[in-house]
């Protein structure tokens, strides 16, 4: 019986010599982007912590979901207009002054809000922010999903870089969207939308295989007793 010493963890499959081409290849991806570790070789207390720290990873991404909702919206047009500002003729009507300047009872409710391009500022203090904030986050979160099953397949490695060219594309697209052309709106939305979906994907992935970790190694400790 080999010692503690000796005895290896259990990691990702070692590339079958004997295999088909194609079959080592796939091998040679899991293994690369796979951890050594799995989430049913943690301890029970590291389970609870982690699907603590996922539950509140996946309720930020849905606050985000809801503020993008508020704020740019969902279509090119609003996008670009959330950062470039609403475009007015240069020259109104009466009719326009007066309800764009209109206050107390005057005011229409129906009245759309202006609004105001972002400032060359504004944008990078967001930036600044959201350059660590997002890998960071990122890091963490594909780092826990590559001890997950899900996290072992062959396009987990595409999820998680994909996350991260999406959340890069994320906080540098407004930037082209203020100061370049409104055409990069719909590429920011797609960002936007990719970074949700792979982050969203890659928490509740690995918070399921946590609680399914977590409560079969209850079953198992109750049995033992």
Do not use: N
Not at 18 to 28: F, I, M, V
Not at 72 to 81: I, L
Not at 186 to 209: D, R
């Amino acid at each position: 019986m080999a010692s503690a010493c000796t005895r290896r963890r259990a990691g990702p499959p070692r590339p079958d010599l004997h295999a088909d081409p194609g079959t080592r290849r796939q091998e040679t991806i899991i293994r690369f982007f796979a951890s050594s570790h799995q989430l049913h070789q943690l301890a029970p207390r590291t389970l609870v912590l982690t699907a603590l720290f996922l539950i509140g990873v996946a309720l930020q991404a849905v606050s985000g979901i809801l503020m993008h909702h508020h704020g740019p919206g969902w279509t090119p047009a609003s996008v670009a207009a959330h950062y470039r500002g609403d475009e007015r003729p240069a020259e109104a009507s009466d009719a326009e002054v007066q309800r764009m300047f209109a206050v107390g009872d005057e005011a229409p409710s129906t009245a759309a809000p202006l609004r105001v391009a972002r400032s060359w500022g504004t944008l990078l203090e967001v930036a600044h922010f959201h350059l660590v904030a997002i890998p960071l986050l990122l890091f963490v979160v594909a780092h826990l999903f590559s001890m997950a099953p899900l996290g072992r397949t062959r396009w987990s490695g595409v999820l998680c870089y994909g996350s991260f060219l999406c959340g890069l594309l994320d906080v540098l697209l407004p930037f082209a969207i203020r100061y370049g052309s409104a055409a990069f709106a719909p590429l920011k939305l797609v960002a936007f939308i990719g970074l949700e979906a792979s982050l969203l994907t890659m928490t509740l992935g690995t918070l399921g295989a946590g609680v399914v970790a977590l409560f079969g190694r209850t079953r198992g400790d109750t049995r033992s007793e």
